[in-house]
């Protein structure tokens, strides 16, 4: 029996969408239902609308689809994630449109809870340890949350604000999905494959635009 294994040598092909969406500043990409919490104050010359997202909002994603695996002959057992798709993306927890009428630049600083997360279809409860260790390899990310569990914690920023102009801000995380299958071999011949579907995330971010009034 011919024995074989898939290399882990791959070319990605990557399709991005990356787009603005509160006030047509800030991206509106599967909102869904996700209506924010909207508050307005006035602190000094700012104005400062604030978006408040309970259901997080997934946007700004670049998905990779990866070819097929070209197999040759290796005698010997191994483990591996045959890895099929990738996507990045952002999770969207907190949004601000802040008008600064000063001729000073001035700044704010907020809070803001935003979710860490990793959950999925990943195998047997026996395999996880190894399976996570599997993906995240694989991947070339590390998650920043065990597996199976979600957190919310609070982040915080300092939020810079030039002289006569409209700031808008977003505060989430940055997450990845991925799917593929966990492959067995024993002595180079596949002899268990199980499919993998998980979403992590990794680190937060915040994206910030300025445009003059």
């Known amino acids: 029996m011919n024995k ?27 909102e869904g239902n996700s209506i924010p919490r909207v508050t307005h104050e006035k602190q000094g010359h700012l104005d400062i609308t604030t978006y408040y997202y309970d259901e997080p909002v997934n946007y700004d994603f670049q998905t990779y689809m990866l070819p097929n695996y070209t197999p040759y002959y290796i005698p010997d057992d191994f483990k591996e994630y045959a890895l099929s ?18 001729p000073l630049a001035d700044s704010v600083t907020r809070s803001v809870a935003r979710t860490k997360f990793a959950n999925g279809k990943i195998g047997a409860s026996a395999e996880t340890a190894v399976n996570w260790k599997l993906i ?13 569990s979600s957190t919310t914690i609070t982040v915080s920023y300092n939020i810079q604000l030039p002289a006569k102009h409209k700031t808008y801000v977003e505060i989430g995380t940055r997450a990845v999905k991925s799917t593929g299958s966990i492959v067995e071999y024993r002595s180079g011949v596949e002899v268990k494959r199980t499919a993998v579907n998980v ?15």
């Open 85 to 102: 798709t990738q996507t990045l993306y952002k999770q969207k927890a907190w949004g601000s449109e802040i008008r600064n009428d000063s």
């Open 136 to 148: 995240q390899g694989k991947v070339g990310i590390n998650g920043e949350a065990a597996w199976g």
């Open 4 to 30: 074989l294994k898939f290399p882990t040598i791959f070319t990605t092909a990557a399709l991005s969408l990356s787009i603005w969406g509160i006030s047509s500043n800030f991206a509106h990409a599967n």
């Open 199 to 213: 979403d992590y995330s990794y680190d937060e971010y915040m994206d910030k635009k300025s445009t003059p009034l």
